[in-house]
């Protein structure tokens, strides 16, 4: 899997809780309830994000948001991030199981 640039990272404007993040197509890997990708940095369980994934035959942004419910790893090797899906639209969820079959 690739590593994440982090210059992609930036607060999300209309809540200082919420992680924004842009991840580049092959960054992460889509689960069937989630998504995995490498983070430099430990995120919080619990936390919530606002992730914006390039699909990676289309190069369109899919947008939504989710939980992270795993973050392993270490500060010299970075953190295998888990997030469950939160309140995702038809269309998202349309974009993100096309994407998982892609990937198989």
Not at 48 to 63: A, F, G, S, W
Not at 64 to 93: D, H, M, P, R, W
Request: charged share 25%; hydrophobic share 35%.
């Amino acid at each position: 899997m690739a590593r994440l640039d982090k210059s992609y990272s930036s607060p999300d404007s209309n809540n200082e809780d919420v992680v924004t993040q842009l991840l580049p197509a092959n960054s992460y890997k889509i689960r069937e309830a989630g998504l995995e990708f490498f983070s430099e940095r430990k995120v919080e369980l619990y936390t919530e994000m606002h992730l914006q994934v390039e699909h990676p035959e289309t190069k369109k942004i899919v947008d939504f948001k989710g939980v992270v419910v795993g973050c392993t790893g270490n500060k010299q090797q970075g953190y295998q991030v888990s997030l469950a899906y939160t309140n995702i639209t038809k269309e998202v969820q349309f974009a993100l199981y096309e994407m998982y079959w892609a990937q198989m």
